[in-house]
């Protein structure tokens, strides 16, 4: 598969800061990345670099197949990392116009980028007169013009109602629908989930997880367990192969798996060991849980 953009090693520093620490990962053609982390966590400056709008401290990163110009790559990228700016007295078309003047590009584009974000029947109103989404739909329409290999948007829903986070991430679906690749930083675990193929996780610069999100988010759950005998459960329990680690909350055990497991035959195996329990129930854990999880194992290793 084709990759986009390559980071390899990527430190900045700003004085004792470290904002992105040794970060390395690979954008490869036709995916939905998502770049996902709480706020402060580089996610914002990565993005500034790959643009040439923040200089890195050290590390690397290509476009395309390497060869290519930082500058002559980023003709084939549209990026959106600040909040719309047109002028508030023109029509939305003719802001896209001035744009496409800018770049040196064909006008033919316009009502097709226009319809894209669903603006098509606004193409004739004043850019001030829209709503924040609709700027955020025209931002869109006006980086795609000149049709990109890759679109990038940091936090492309902040500050938007339901409705106009809906409209922005079903956009954005379309736009991957049709073949452009994205990538996109944003602080909300479920943005990623509902709109990324893959992410990379970060917190405070540096790299917890990267790979498909439906791996990130796949758990195998937990078992929540009472019996009148806590010792012996836990020792059967900390030797057990599909057992990852026990919690003991007052009477409550949580144990964590690392396989699936049926309820019922877990029951049956602690039964022929002589454990009676008094409580067995086998949860998932809910994906802001496993987010948690995720940073937390960080702290950690610290
Ligand atoms: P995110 O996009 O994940 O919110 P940022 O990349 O904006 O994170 O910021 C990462 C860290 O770098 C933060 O601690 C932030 O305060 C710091 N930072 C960002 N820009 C600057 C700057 N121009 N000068 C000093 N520190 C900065």
């Given at each position: ?231 012996a459960l836990l020792d059967y329990l900390n030797t057990h192969p599909n057992i990852k680690n026990t919690k ?55």
């Amino acid at each position: 598969m084709d990759t986009i953009l390559n980071i390899s090693n990527l430190t900045k520093q700003y004085g004792n800061l470290t904002a992105v620490n040794n970060l390395s990962f690979t954008i490869k053609k036709g995916n939905v990345y998502g770049i996902l982390g709480p706020n402060g966590s580089g996610k914002s400056t990565t993005l500034g670099i790959t643009l040439n709008v923040v200089n890195k401290t050290s590390g690397d990163f290509s476009w395309f197949d390497g060869q290519t110009s930082t500058h002559d790559a980023l003709k084939k990228v549209g990026a959106i990392i600040e909040r719309p700016n047109f002028y508030p007295y023109m029509s939305a078309y003719k802001n896209l116009k001035l744009v496409c003047k800018i770049k040196g590009i064909t006008e033919e584009k316009i009502d097709e980028k226009l319809e894209l974000v669903g603006l098509l029947d606004r193409k004739d109103s004043k850019f001030k007169t829209f709503s924040l989404g609709m700027k955020q739909r025209l931002a869109i329409a006006s980086a795609l013009l000149n049709d990109p290999e890759i679109l990038i948007l940091d936090e492309p829903t902040n500050g938007l109602d339901p409705q106009g986070i809906h409209q922005i991430r079903a956009i954005i679906k379309d736009i991957a629908s049709q073949g452009t690749t994205i990538l996109l930083a944003s602080h909300l675990l479920d943005e990623v989930e509902k709109v990324c193929s893959h992410v990379v996780v970060l917190r405070k610069g540096n790299k917890l997880y990267e790979g498909p999100v439906d791996q990130m988010i796949s758990s195998d759950g937990f078992f929540e367990l009472k019996c009148d005998n806590n010792t012996a459960l836990l020792d059967y329990l900390n030797t057990h192969p599909n057992i990852k680690n026990t919690k003991v909350t007052e009477d409550l055990i949580t144990a964590f798996l690392n396989a699936p497991t049926s309820a019922a035959s877990f029951n049956k195996e602690l039964l022929d060991k002589g454990i009676a329990l008094s409580h067995l129930v086998l949860r998932k854990e809910s994906l802001e849980e496993q987010f948690l999880q995720l940073t937390d194992n960080l702290e950690d290793k610290n």
